[in-house]
């Protein structure tokens, strides 16, 4: 049976996508600790981030950093947070998000955002990491 990601990624469950290249996607979490909160969840499943190659690990990483720039300059903050937290969906995701202290890391289960909040920060993470060089990577609205 197909993971939750594996289903958004299919397009079968709408996603808020920002991110998409061959190996991960990245889309707004429907919980969000901050805005523009995404995940980043490779086209593969892997259910723990132990079990995955060094190759995808560091194609992930590499992938929040450049989102995690785009979400500090659009929507503010100290630094950028990256969790892997491995519960919930058995399918490796890194959250990442613009953080102005350690007390916005307690707060992984946020209550469910606005859809028009979530569409307008998506909007805004796309339209940077286009002014930010990652034509190539950043995803289609639709």
């Known amino acids: 049976m197909p993971t939750l990601f594996e289903r958004i990624i299919a397009r079968e469950i709408p996603g808020r996508f920002v991110w998409s290249d061959p190996v991960c996607v990245g889309f707004l979490t429907i919980t969000p600790i901050t805005p523009g909160h995404i995940l980043i969840v490779p086209r593969t499943p892997v ?3 132990l079990d995955a190659p060094d190759d995808l690990m560091n194609h992930l990483v590499a992938s929040a950093r450049t989102v995690g720039r785009a979400q500090l300059a659009e929507f503010g903050g100290e630094r950028s947070g ?6 919930g ?4 995701h890194l959250h990442v998000f613009a953080s102005s202290g350690p007390e916005d890391f307690e707060r992984l289960d ?3 955002a606005d859809g028009d909040d979530l569409d ?6 796309r339209r940077r990491l286009l002014a930010d060089g990652a034509s190539g990577a950043v995803a289609d609205q639709a």
Do not use: N, S
């Not at 307008?120 to 993470?125: E, F, P, T, Y």
């Open 47 to 49: 259910d723990h981030w």
């Open 82 to 87: 990256l969790v892997v937290q491995g519960y």
């Open 89 to 92: 969906v058995p399918h490796l």
């Open 110 to 112: 946020a209550a469910e």
């Open 120 to 125: 307008a920060a998506a909007d805004r993470l």
